[in-house]
């Protein structure tokens, strides 16, 4: 759809891109990609010749791929730091920032990345997005607990609630599914998109990060704003329906963003960030599918059809407890999902949820390995999914039907503004 | 080598062929006059020279272990014997009909060839014991390596073909050595692991003059780099030779796999730098 009457792809963005970088060279880890930051008109020229609804923003007072309207695709990948010198790492997060922002405008990782290096050079961009516009792609960073363990100097601007997550009831993470120093979330229309921004910022990264886990998504199952409509997870129910949505702002004051006061002295670099909460939740899908639909929509506490709350009409009717079924017994069933999870039950608490559904093949045991992958942004880990996670895993009836299988905690950064980048943003 | 033999065989020629043909002309006029290519080209046609006499040295004294019928002391030669071998790889490699012949795995021999060579050998001294024609077999490496021996002290190699071995011989160690295919029955994949990597190191010795004066940074960074991998390596060292693949656990093989991507990105940029004028 977009696709056809887009501006512009990659391919037509070369003489902006050669212009956009002041050296062509692939000089790893600080090298030229970290070139032109910030005061780049021919990037920001770039985006707006590609069309406004193609191209998200790169810079601002936050970032990007948080409260963005959620893409239909997803690309995460957590990373370990290999490399024990700080310097590499920050001029690593240097030379992300400038690829990033290229990406995001529809533009090669590099200039002239795909063909212009001449045929005796590995080409600096992988080139299979070539053809393809800047499709909302937003790349999102994040820093895990274990990066300001000391060995990279960091640990006096450790914000506090970046402490790993308690075990829950019922979860059996995979270490090889968890956990990360950093992380990176590319999601954009096309999935190609999504994974070629990925791809590129790994390879940058070879011999400073090494790739510890990722997780693609096919299909988001929140809405993000007002005027998105509430997709279906694969349990075919609409899911999200409570989400903070982007207009809310007062409500992102209050339980996305980190605020100026959570984190004084030298953790402020956060103020303005959020963590993000990631859960590669496995669902049980053929189990699923063998219960009625009565059972379906008592585990969720909505209807299949409409997801109106049980004993309402429509999706965005206001969940009732209190309201009784034809039985006399409460129309949303105690161990509800919808129910556990409301906030009312849990002193106001809320997240912002960007989760998407996720299939990676098969378990060889004849099932699919699928489900959701769950991520979510808030203010405070500790305060917020903790505490609905510890309430949902000890009761809700949905556990039946799923495992948590992957877990992860990052802080993501504020926005970035003109001319400044991750590397400095992390370390001052 | 990893996929089906002929068509691995006709790809690492077609790098080769490529390589050459990608210099215009005038490119090749201009690394002609630049007399740090031509040393750095004289250089390692020499140390192809050299590993190639290795090679048939060792090969001989495997090669008469096994028949013999010494099966310990051919068990010993194996890995050793292969040193050289891995050493050059794509030099042999690019000589498409003896390869699958000297080093071609059993799965991707073609129908109607026969397994024959070092892994032929390795399989009956680690799992089928000698057979009534592994003493044919190994006549026959002997006398396909004298063949390829030959070849490879006459090659004559362009400086571009150089820096693509040095890349070559990582990608051999990333989709046959970290991953335990190469050395399927004796499981002595690190040897060829650290002959491919020394491999690789030699043509950067070659080229070193020629990257010191064009970018030396890069020069600097492929330095650490082997010898962080070097170190890797090293860990896996036993008073024999190296550990068995198979005793690795996930994580040491992981830690191999990150320093190796650690290393061939820059090396992937050597060629760059030498086809520069």
């Keep these: 759809m977009s696709r056809l009457d887009a501006g512009l792809s990659r391919r037509h963005l070369i003489g902006v891109g050669a212009g956009a970088a002041a050296a062509g060279l692939v000089a790893g880890a600080g090298g030229a990609y970290a070139a032109g930051l910030g005061h780049d008109d021919a990037i920001a020229s770039a985006a707006v010749a590609a069309g406004s609804d193609q191209v998200v923003p790169f810079r601002g007072a936050h970032q990007a791929g948080i409260i963005t309207p959620a893409q239909d695709r997803m690309h995460f990948v957590a990373l370990d730091v290999v490399t024990k010198d700080p310097r590499e790492l920050r001029e690593l997060l240097m030379a992300w920032t400038g690829a990033a922002e290229r990406m995001v405008a529809g533009a090669e990782a590099a200039p002239g990345g795909v063909i212009g290096g001449g045929p005796h050079k590995a080409p600096a961009d992988t080139g299979e997005a070539f053809d393809l516009d800047a499709s909302n792609l937003t790349i999102t960073i994040g820093y895990g607990p274990a990066l300001f363990d000391g060995r990279f100097g960091l640990a006096g601007r450790k914000p506090s609630p970046l402490r790993e997550l308690p075990g829950f009831v019922g979860d059996d993470l995979d270490p090889a599914r968890s956990g990360g120093d950093l992380c990176i979330q590319a999601c954009a229309n096309d999935p190609q998109v999504a994974v070629h921004a990925v791809r590129n910022l790994v390879r940058l990264g070879f011999g400073t990060v090494s790739v510890r886990w990722s997780q693609l998504g096919f299909g988001r199952t929140s809405a993000t704003t007002r005027t998105q409509t509430t997709p279906r997870n694969l349990f075919g129910f609409k899911d999200g329906t409570a989400n903070i949505r982007a207009e809310d702002t007062e409500a992102l004051d209050r339980h996305v963003w980190v605020q100026p006061a959570d984190v004084t002295g030298s953790a402020a670099w956060l103020a303005g960030g959020s963590y993000l909460v990631a859960r590669r939740i496995r669902m049980h899908v053929e189990v699923w599918d063998r219960s009625t639909l009565q059972e379906q929509q008592d585990v969720i506490g909505r209807d299949k059809g409409e997801g109106a709350p049980l004993g309402q009409q429509s999706e965005l009717d206001p969940v009732d407890f209190d309201a009784k079924g034809a039985d006399g017994r409460p129309a949303i069933p105690m161990d509800a999902h919808v129910r556990l999870a409301h906030e009312s039950r849990l002193g106001g608490i809320r997240i912002l949820r960007r989760g998407y559904n996720f299939t990676d093949g098969s378990d060889g045991l004849g099932h699919l390995d699928a489900g959701l992958f769950f991520v979510a942004f808030m203010r405070d880990p500790h305060e917020q999914f903790v505490p609905m996670q510890r309430a949902l895993a000890a009761r809700d009836a949905l556990s039946e039907y799923i495992e948590h299988t992957g877990s992860g905690l990052f802080a993501c950064p504020p926005g970035l503004d003109d001319g400044d980048d991750w590397g400095r943003q992390l370390f001052g | 080598m990893r996929t089906s033999l002929v068509p691995a065989a006709l790809g690492a020629a077609l790098v080769l062929a490529t390589a050459a043909c990608g210099s215009s002309g005038d490119d090749r006029a201009v690394q002609a006059l630049d007399p740090r290519t031509t040393a750095a080209v004289e250089q390692y046609e020499g140390f192809v020279s050299e590993q190639a006499d290795q090679l048939l040295e ?57 397994f024959t060579g070092f892994h032929r050998l390795e399989k009956d001294l680690w799992v089928d014991g000698l057979q009534p024609d592994s003493a044919a077999v190994a006549d026959r490496l002997l006398a396909d390596v004298v063949e390829i021996v030959a070849r490879a002290k006459a090659v004559e190699l362009a400086p571009d073909q150089l820096a693509g071995g040095a890349k070559g011989l990582l990608d051999e160690v990333a989709t046959g050595k970290i991953t335990g295919e190469e050395d399927r029955y004796s499981h002595t994949d690190l040897y060829d692991f650290d002959e491919n990597v020394k491999g690789s190191k030699a043509v950067v010795d070659a080229l070193r003059p020629v990257l010191q004066e064009r970018d030396p940074q890069l020069l600097t960074e492929v330095d650490a780099r082997f010898a962080a991998l070097d170190a890797e390596l090293e860990k896996h060292r036993t008073d024999k030779g190296f550990a068995l693949y198979t005793s690795l656990s996930k994580d040491e093989v992981k830690e191999l796999s990150v320093a190796l991507d650690a290393l061939s990105e820059p090396i992937a940029r050597v060629s760059g730098v030498v086809a520069a004028k």
């Excluded at chain 2, 060792?58 to 071998?85: D, I, M």
């Design chain 2, 58 to 114: 060792r090969t001989t004294t495997f090669v008469t272990a096994v028949k013999a019928r010494e099966v310990e002391a051919a068990k010993a030669a194996y890995p050793l014997a292969r040193g050289p071998w891995e050493r050059i790889e794509p030099v042999a490699e690019s000589f498409g009909d003896l390869d699958p012949r000297i080093d071609g795995r059993e799965d991707v021999v073609e129908d109607g060839q026969e």
